[in-house]
């Protein structure tokens, strides 16, 4: 049987999500007055990052960093993109679409508190707490949501629909199903 419309669900529209943008950008811009570098990990945090540097109006500098799982449950995470920048004695927020197991922030921090960052700390527009396996402290918190994979906003599923404008949940087998009229009913909302 097809799944009806409504396993369609918006979770962050785009007001909302400016709004989170705003918040998270003037928190940021309180702690580091004097400048900090946001490394952002590609390819999901694309769209908050975008909104979170424009409420960043102080000084600040951007890199980015791509990273890929690995092995058994693929559990184990390597770098495909490292960074430009030199982080040594600097002040570092990195911004993730999701913090979900914690596997990927946690290395994150690790490799940054390696480059000798002065300081390393974490942005995330989406906090799924019920499946973490590693404690990681949160900074800034865009919102703490249910244990359901989401979409849109530079979120994927299998890098289909980062291209949507607001945070989704859907049916995931509609959403691997055919793409073009999943994207219209996404899209619709
Ligand atoms: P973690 O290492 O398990 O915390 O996973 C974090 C990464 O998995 C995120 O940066 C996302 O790229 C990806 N991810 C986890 N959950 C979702 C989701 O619901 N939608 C899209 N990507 C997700
Ligand atoms: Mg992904």
Known sequence: MSQPADSIRTLLDADELAGIARRLGSEIRRDYPDGVVLVALLKGS???????????PGPC????????AYGDG??????????DLEVAGRDVVVVLD???TGLTLSYLL????????ASAVACALL???????????ICYVGKVIADEHVIGYGLDLDE????????????????RGEPTAMFERLSRR
């Open 110 to 117: 690790r490799l940054i508190a390696l480059r000798g960052a």
């Open 127 to 137: 906090d799924r707490q019920s499946r973490r396996l590693l404690p990681v402290d």
């Open 160 to 175: 289909r629909y980062r291209n949507l404008g607001e945070v989704q949940v859907a049916d995931e087998a509609d959403l």
């Open 98 to 100: 999701i913090v979900d």
């Open 61 to 68: 500098e951007l890199d980015f960093l791509a990273l890929s």
């Open 46 to 56: 694309i769209c908050f990052l975008a909104d979170l540097v424009r409420e960043l």
């Open 74 to 83: 693929r559990t184990r995470v390597r770098v495909v993109k490292d960074l």
